[in-house]
């Protein structure tokens, strides 16, 4: 498969190779190959699908970000960063040829040593590695694992689809009481709640062991074959690679067939019918607004039981799909570690920003400094360093324009900041060790030594707050 994309993309860009010496850090001379440049790689574009989140837009990530590390800690998920680069094998054994992500978008390639690895396509892979190399099986269960960072998929790009996508992902190892599976749509809940995302639905659906899955396969590939010429190309390849992939299919002619498909849920052991029954029931109870999708399976091969999806609409009732995950009890076993059953589920970043913006949610916004340090002359500006790290240290959040000249340049920059304090250094002051303190409400000030100066501006930031909070005071 890997070998089908290195092919494609030779044909795609031909690039004439030359090699060149390059001088390592030691003098040993080696030879790397460096292809010519094309004038595509000139334009100092990002790639097609890959962008920069610039720091206007990082107030909306920030708020993203720290809601879903405030979540993962109260609900005692432990942070785990595992590598975005794997070996390619760790992805084609968990998720499986015949999917999407494995057939059609996983970035692959050799390294320098001859290792085939790829980017990570998703966060479950990589956790369930680490889980079992670290020995995590012997820790107390459940284990609870929180991760967040890139993840990349050779996807057409539009928006909302990019290739390098964020995720947010949680994986519980070790339990399969269905109150945790319970316990994660909640999470997800919470989340896209406190980030004020309306017009929420939960998806949920059971594809139950992976014996009853295995039959409801079957039965699915049997009543899709009989009606094969109803069928889009592409369904017609997954029904001997990925025969419930065809439940997605966006074509009106499978979608009609699929309706009236075998469903998954009349397939289930009896097991995974009452693990079923007390998740919804338990979703009640939590009054979380789900629907039963028994369309829903989800593209990767390693679940198992309960699947579920976040998706939002807007008002034309577009959809978008926020999130998504379920159980897959069977996943560690078959990388090599003891049989454990698991439950996790990963939230699309980039699709949360843009809902958040669709529904004119509030971005992060970071506490402003309060005190401004203005300087003029060269030792001011020296000392005036120090100054910043005396308030700094004291938890006091100050501005400065070090870079511009004039005081009144600098006290233009403080009023458009709207400082309540402008510490004021000038060559004088320097010398004797001092620094004038501004009041910028009352305009009063004062001389105070440097050991004093954290308190006098304590003293005002204070009488501010007593000013604009009477009762506080
Ligand atoms: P999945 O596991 O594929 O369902 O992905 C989980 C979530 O990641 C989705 O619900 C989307 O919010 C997000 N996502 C998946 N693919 C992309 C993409 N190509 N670009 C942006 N977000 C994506």
Redesign the pocket.
Known sequence: MAQKQTNKAKKEAPKPVKKVAVQKAAPKKVSVDVPAVSEKELLLQSLR?MRDILPDEQPYWERVRRSLSNAAQEYGFQRIDVPTVEYLHLFVRSIKEGTD?IDK?IYSFETRGGDRVALRP?FSAGVARAYIQHGMSVLPKPIRLFSMGP?F?Y?R?QE????E???GNFEIFGEDDPILDAQVLQLAYRVVQELGLKNIEFQVNSIGSTESRKRYEKALVRFLESQKQKLCQNCRERLSTNPMRTLDCKEDKCAQLTATAPQAIDFLDDESRAHFKSLLEYLDELEIPYSINTRLV???DYYTRTVF??WSSDREGKK??????GRYDGLIRELGGESTPAIG????????VLEMKRNQVRPYEAAKPRVFIAQLGDLAKKKSLRLFSDLEKHGILAAESFGRGSLKAQLRVANRLGSEVTVILGQKEALDGTAIVKDMVSGTQETVTREKLVDAVKKILKSNVALAHPKKS
């Open positions: 699908g992500i978008e998703e993840v998929r996807d790009p909302g689809r990019y290739r996508l964020w995720q989800r593209g990767l999806e976040i978008y799909a926020l999130g998504g995950g589920f990963g939230l699309g970043l980039d699709r949360i």
